[in-house]
């Protein structure tokens, strides 16, 4: 819960440059009722509050500038977006996803892949709300091969017209957010010219109107879900449903009115490509709300574990659960673990800004890509398990609806396959890590691997096991150049069986790749784990108050030590480091457990986060609704309702 003092220095520096207008994002948050938390909601009732929430987010006036400042790619918006979009996630994570499909991920298709006379038609509406749109790209049979789709958009010359049709049951678009209350939708389809197909382009396709939805369209409501209920996710598909020339979003290729297709990136596969990375806002936007949702669980686990109480020495005080190496060793490593993706995800975010301020073709750049869907990845499985483990520390009071955790597992569990499978994902990051470096050398992707392999030499001589002998095992330097080592080991080893494999035993590419693939995650993990050690290793050396880089050192060696102890047996295997060393490591890792346990209160009172956001009557809030809650200090009673009918759909003006 945002502490009544107000920010401290700490709170500042992880919060970073935007800090002041996050503040101003939470205060707006916590100052209207309209975010008192619900769980007992019917479908329809929470499909409309998460519509009027979303609404009175993009309300907020910094928000109403953000608009303006994307479309016109002033630099620092997209770091803006971020900051915005990860407080904006604090409270119930419907709000945020609503918000983001039908503004972000709709609007950002407009701007990237657009031009001046659309944004002018389809994006300055939404800033008014005067409509809203979805984003429609999965399909029934295809989700992560999205050059495969089969939804069609075919040109027709005497009309002026693309005709988007849906061929089959499995080119239907699904889990489509929105879909029961958009007005527009921006849908990926094969676009044909002369009865072939160009490959999948975007198009802004009218849905519904105020006398429901348009000829040819049907919408088929999904129902429940596991989480995220207050997004109205659905299917769409078309019959032959016909809209203007000028509906194709034509920044990269564009039809003519007598239908003569032209475009400025020749090769299909680039284009495509092209049109993906513009896309890439959203996957790092996903990696900060995934860590969004952990600070929100760590906050109510610590609270808890601080002022619950169990056992104790005979004829003495009874321990907070807190005080138990246990605990200590199950939470402050995802404590540590957060704080490192926070700065992680900022030095993406400051690439990607540049990026796209000045309008960069950002498919170019591997290494934002593979940062941009490796964070993605990593942040939303790490998510997982620290949610799940939050839930366990708080035995039988984590299980139940009003302290939240039940609700943030489910709303989050969908991010690991939510804008790529994980999986799929980490394959691309291996893909981009090998291509960056092979292509640093010039030549054929093969030449390059060949030279950058005998390369490898002198970076093993620097980061081998020498460094044991200069620096302690359990010391910063020595831990990040293990991991750096693990990382170039692993890359030039799946370099090396790659090319043994279509080189030398000339086996298809594609079967090679799969054979791989263990491998390939594997060295991908290890690249991401490397990164954020940097990243955190530097936010440790920037930060000028002694005492919050203290405590920022000890969360940054929990965290690399971390990395070390769980991959110990690939470090022995590698005769990286001893059993002995093993030992040591050990020590000092279940010490900093304990040692940033001291801190850990003061940490997640740095997360700044609007008691409305926290909710759970376990971290200290209190609740009418369920008066069995523990919560560990008397304050006032909650104005929340107690009754399901008395939960207003309008925005409710602040008391304060």
Not at 104 to 119: P, R, V, Y
Not at 171 to 189: R, S
Not at 624 to 636: G, L, N, R, S, V
Request: hydrophobic share 40%.
């Amino acid at each position: 819960m945002a502490s009544p003092t107000g920010p401290t220095s700490l709170s500042r520096y992880l919060d970073g440059e935007h800090w002041e207008l996050k503040e101003k994002l939470r205060r707006y948050i916590a100052e209207s009722d309209l975010f008192n938390l619900r769980f007992d909601l019917p479908l329809s009732t929470y499909r409309e509050l998460t519509l009027q929430r979303a609404k009175y987010m993009l309300g907020f006036p910094e928000l109403q500038k953000q608009f303006d400042e994307q479309a016109g790619h002033i630099p620092g918006f997209m770091n803006k977006n971020l900051a915005l979009g990860e407080v904006g996630s604090c409270t119930d994570l419907s709000v945020s996803i609503k918000m983001g499909v039908m503004a972000w991920l709709f609007g950002g298709a407009i701007i990237n892949l657009g031009t001046e006379k659309h944004i002018k038609q389809f994006f300055e509406p939404l800033k008014e709300m005067t409509c809203t749109g979805m984003f429609a790209m999965s399909e029934k049979g295809h989700g992560s091969n999205v050059r495969a789709l089969q939804t069609e958009a075919h040109y027709d010359p005497g009309s002026e017209e693309f005709i988007i049709h849906t061929p089959c049951d499995d080119a239907q678009k699904i889990y489509i957010g929105n879909a029961l209350q958009g007005d527009y939708a921006c849908v990926f389809a094969q676009l044909i010219v002369d009865g072939k197909s160009k490959g999948p382009h975007a198009f802004i396709v009218p849905i519904r109107d105020e006398n429901g939805l348009h000829p040819g369209i049907s919408v088929t409501d999904m129902g429940l879900k596991e989480g995220l209920n207050g997004v109205d996710n659905g299917m769409l598909a078309f019959d032959h449903v016909r809209i203007p020339r000028h509906h194709l979003l034509n920044r990269y290729a564009d039809v003519s009115p007598d239908g003569k297709y032209t475009t400025s990136i020749k090769s299909d596969g680039k284009r495509f490509n092209t049109m993906l990375a513009a896309m890439i806002g959203t996957r790092i936007a996903l990696a900060f709300q995934g860590t969004v949702s952990m600070k929100v669980g760590l906050e109510i686990a610590i609270r808890y574990g601080l002022k619950r109480r169990q056992f104790g020495p005979s004829g003495g005080p009874e321990y907070a659960l807190l005080d138990y190496q246990t605990h200590q060793v199950r939470l402050m490593p995802h404590l540590a673990t957060c704080l490192g993706l926070i700065f992680a995800q900022t030095y993406t975010g400051e690439i990607m800004d540049k990026e796209f301020s000045e309008m960069k073709n950002m498919v170019d750049n591997r290494y934002l890509q593979a940062l941009t869907s490796g964070l993605k990845a990593y942040s939303t499985w790490q998510n997982v398990q620290c949610l799940q483990t939050c839930r366990e520390c708080c035995g039988g009071m984590g299980y139940m609806a009003e302290n939240r955790l039940a609700s943030l597992k489910c709303d989050s569990d969908i991010f690991v396959t939510f804008d790529g499978d994980n999986m799929v994902l980490m394959q691309q990051v291996a893909r981009e890590i090998l291509d960056h470096y092979s292509q640093q050398f010039g030549g054929s992707r093969v030449k390059g691997m060949l030279t950058f392999m005998a390369g490898g030499l002198w970076n093993s001589f620097q980061t081998s096991m020498f460094a044991v002998n200069i620096h302690p095992v359990t010391d910063l330097q020595f831990i990040i150049k293990a991991l750096m080592f693990r990382e170039g080991k692993q890359l030039r080893s799946l370099a090396a069986r790659l090319l043994n494999k279509v080189s030398t035993k000339k086996e298809e590419p594609f079967s090679a790749w799969n054979s791989v693939q263990q491998h390939a995650v594997t060295m991908a993990m290890s690249f991401l784990q490397k990164v954020v050690l940097q990243q955190f290793m530097i936010a440790v050396e920037k930060c000028q108050y002694k005492d919050d880089k203290e405590v920022l050192n000890k969360f940054c060696r929990l965290y690399g030590l971390h990395c070390l102890y769980t991959d110990r047996g690939w470090f022995l295997e590698q005769g990286y480091i001893s059993p002995s060393h093993i030992k040591e490591i050990r020590e000092t890792y279940l010490n900093l457990c304990r040692e940033t346990g001291q801190h850990a209160l003061q940490v997640v009172e740095a997360f700044r986060l609007p008691s409305n956001c926290v909710h759970a009557p376990i971290a200290g809030v209190p609740s009418e609704i369920a008066p069995w809650a523990y919560y560990p200090e008397k304050q006032k009673t909650s104005t929340a309702s107690s009754s399901k009918d008395d939960v207003k759909v309008t925005v409710v003006q602040s008391r304060l």
